[in-house]
């Protein structure tokens, strides 16, 4: 084992969206930047174990459902012939298409990339233990802290089995289980159970709370439930997982809850997806003397500077929400930050997808915390059963709505359920974030028929005077 010592401007502990992002501005800007992480190229866990390839099997999904609606339009297909070995290889295709990318721009910035694992010695020195063996000393000036997150697990319930999977288990898709049952109803769930679906298990969904997607207002996740009811083989509310014990061709599962009529069930296989835990662990913060959460978070302020004037941290490492967009906007004020810019993270909405179908989608104010704070708004609602787009691709089950401040009549917040929820969505988090009112909405002349049409109309809801729904005037 050989031991060199370097030196670095800036080290960046995580090659996620949020590591690349800080690590690519930084270079941009003129620093010297050395960015760690166990991969052999940048990506992190979106790429390589989470939003890339989930999205990769949900467009797969997507293709079957269609297929299966087309009857209703007079075109009908032969059953579907899956083979899983070459859908595996289309998805690992586009995992290494997307990594090999960014190993080129990294490449291109001169930033040196280092495939290893890092921990602090002290607050201006890492110890880095590459692939391979060789392990080196790395001085810095700076370092950013972008190590992401893992899978959590059931508490209390032990769970060491091959037949027991977390979601990176689920996403190299070995199998195709004739039953699956998921633990959790959160967006990793139903991501993965609509995937599993569509290619023909048998998937329940058990979650603890008493709706889907806890915290997500309940109007958009009743319209989902619906949809997925007949996609899943059951869906079980208010239900947990107390015990689980293998069998020969499966597992057998205890549960509990109120309305169940069978207390233990067998399945092939079991997804955990009760959420994920931040990997502030391992990598020497006690060293450095950064301050952590109880939950694992480090703390961090809207610069993203811990207590400890040389590290910033950022992503998934310093708390919710846990999404790859927010990581890499906090990943370019903190190469700002380091640079010697004035820059904070203080964003007014920051976009949510569920990729199921429909999809939903939604930022700023919702109307639950709204209602948590007691804070008054008026939602104006615009139904895609009144939209002529939404006809067209025989999918009027979703709305668009708004969450208006009454006084001001600015948009603090939209929601939308429905296909393509996830693309409309960035509208109306514009419209959030540059503080615009109802009318600057309804007045922006939006194209015909499309289903971005239905932002303007719910802001004319608000008015009164929706096109396209008659709502009689109050006198």
Known sequence: MTHDTQTTRLAVIGAGPG??????????????????????????VCLYRGCIPSKTLLHVAGVLREAGDAQRWGVTFGPP?????????????????????????SRQRKVNFVQGRARF???????????????????????????????????????DSPRVLDSTAALRLETIPKSLLIVGGGYIGLELGT????????????????SLLPGVDTDLVSVLHKRLEPV?????????????????????????????VEKEMPYEKILVAVGRKPNSGGVGLENIGVE???????????????????????????GEPMLAHKAAHEGRVAAEVVSGRNAAFEPRAIPAVVFTDPEIAWCGLTERAAREKNRS???????????????????????????????????????????GAGELITEGTLAVEMGATAKDVALTIHPHPTLSETMMEAAEVFFGRSTHLYRPRKR
């Open 81 to 105: 012939q899956i083979d899983v070995g070459t859908l595996r290889s289309w998805t690992e295709s586009v995992v290494k298409s997307l990594t090999d990318g960014l190993g080129q721009l």
């Open 19 to 44: 590591g690349y992002a800080a690590a690519f501005l930084a270079a941009d800007l003129g620093l010297d930047v050395t960015l760690v992480d166990p991969e052999p190229n940048p990506g992190g």
């Open 121 to 159: 010695v002290d607050a201006r020195t890492l110890e880095i233990e590459r692939t391979g063996g060789s392990s080196e000393t790395l001085g810095f000036e700076h370092a950013i802290i972008a190590t992401g997150s893992r899978p959590a697990g059931i508490p209390g319930v032990h769970t």
């Open 195 to 210: 995937v599993y679906a569509a290619l023909g298990t048998r998937v329940t969904v058990a979650e603890m709370m008493p």
């Open 377 to 419: 708004v008026k939602v104006a609602r615009f139904p895609w059963a009144a939209s002529g787009r939404a006809k067209t691709i025989g999918r009027s089950d979703g709305f668009t709505k708004l969450v208006i401040d009454p006084a001001s009549e600015r948009v603090l917040g939209v929601g939308i359920v429905g296909p």
């Open 292 to 318: 952590i959460s109880e939950r694992g978070f480090i703390k961090v302020d809207a610069s993203c500077r811990t207590r400890v004037p040389s590290i910033l941290a950022i992503g998934d490492v310093v």
């Open 232 to 260: 899943f083989a059951s869906i079980l509310l208010e239900t947990t997982v107390t015990a689980i014990g293998e069998e020969k061709n499966g597992v057998r599962v205890r549960l509990r809850g109120k309305d169940l």
